[in-house]
């Protein structure tokens, strides 16, 4: 309904437009002249012309070679409708003459017989359509150009608040708590385990809190910081904990988007359960090319619900579709006692050296 109201509108203002440009030549050629019925004929004679140069000048020329720059193809046409147009004229002004005037030649207004009059003033009107033609369209790009930048920027914010939420949801407190008493206990027990225990927690929240601000770290070290989370959770864990960890030799100029892998771990650890006396998890990381295949398995209890590990692999998915749209596959599946995680990203950025 509101198109069909559109349509009519615009209809209504061309007609409204072709009629001023009606008397618009009325007023002209009416100079020194008051033979207003031959004006009246032939001020609406030119009109058809005026129309279909100015409607073909606007929607055909103009936007097929002019604003796509094309300009040999807008001259040669150009050329061919000021051609049609000039002969157009001169078959109007001969027209009138014959079936108004009856060849009276003497009587025919001056303004009305002068083609080159005729011909500036209706090129004036298809000039000023062109131009207002051309400005709105320039308009119109100007304003997309700044809607799309617009876009960008609130993708580039959206996309910053998401990664600073994810992060956040990162750092879980019962991790920190967890690590920060198991040093406490090392300490009361003088162990020498306790200065290598603080340097690893220092790296990982070294890495979690800055390092993260990075576009792109290191594949190797995002690896190596997965190493040094699990290596503060055997700690804790000690006896209780069976890590299998299997990885492939990982280039130095793979890259990946930090803090993308550790949350997988993490998970395994919140929602992993203990079976016959142990955690079980399963790490394999392994690399064909500038593949990636990562996989994640825990043994859980299924009235835990792992199926719905909530908002860490949800925020990992919007993540991987800001970073690797089309790229990656994320899948997880469970059985009755082990939790499974497999993410591949097939196409894994090189870093470039300088």
């Known amino acids: 309904m509101k198109l069909k109201i559109s349509n009519t509108k615009t209809i209504l203002l061309h007609v409204i437009f072709w009629i001023a440009v009606w008397f618009f030549y009325l007023y ?44 040999y193809q807008f001259a040669l046409y150009f050329f061919y409708t000021t051609v049609f147009s000039a002969n157009a004229i001169v078959i109007t002004i001969y027209a009138c003459l014959i079936f108004i005037l009856k060849f009276n030649i003497s009587s025919i207004p001056p303004m009305s ?27 119109k790009t100007i304003s997309k150009n700044k809607e799309l930048q617009n876009k960008i920027l609130e993708a580039q914010l959206q996309l910053k608040d998401q990664e600073l939420h994810y992060l956040k949801k990162q750092i879980h407190p019962h991790f920190l708590f967890n690590t920060l008493n198991t040093i406490y206990g090392l300490a009361l027990k003088q162990s020498q385990y306790t200065p290598d225990v603080i340097l690893k927690l220092s790296n990982l929240l070294d890495y979690i809190l800055y390092q993260v601000d990075k576009p792109e770290v290191s594949l190797k070290e995002e690896v190596l910081h997965i190493k040094e989370y699990i290596d503060l959770e055997k700690i804790r864990f000690q006896d209780t904990l069976r890590v299998t960890f299997n990885t492939t030799e990982i280039p130095d100029n793979l890259i990946i988007a930090p803090m993308l892998l550790i949350p997988f771990i993490e998970n395994a650890f919140k929602h992993g359960a203990i079976h016959d006396g142990f955690l079980f998890i399963e790490i394999s990381i392994s690399l064909s090319g500038n593949q990636l295949h990562y996989r994640v398995n825990n043994s859980f209890r299924e009235d835990d619900n792992q199926s719905n590990p909530g908002i860490g692999l949800e925020n990992i998915r919007k993540r991987l579709d800001l970073n690797y749209a089309g790229k990656y596959q994320l899948k997880t599946h469970q059985n009755d006692s082990f939790f499974f995680s497999e993410l591949i990203i097939n196409d894994l950025n090189l870093h470039q050296n300088d």
């Open 28 to 71: 002209f050629f009416s100079y020194n002249s008051n033979d207003y019925n031959y004006i009246f004929w032939f001020a609406g004679a030119l009109m058809p012309t005026t129309i279909i140069v100015t409607y073909t000048m606007v929607y055909v020329i103009i936007p097929r070679y002019l604003l796509t720059k094309k300009y």
């Open 113 to 139: 017989k002068n083609f080159a009059f005729v011909f500036i003033l209706m090129y004036l009107v298809i000039g000023i359509v062109s131009l207002i033609y051309i400005l709105n369209n320039s308009f």
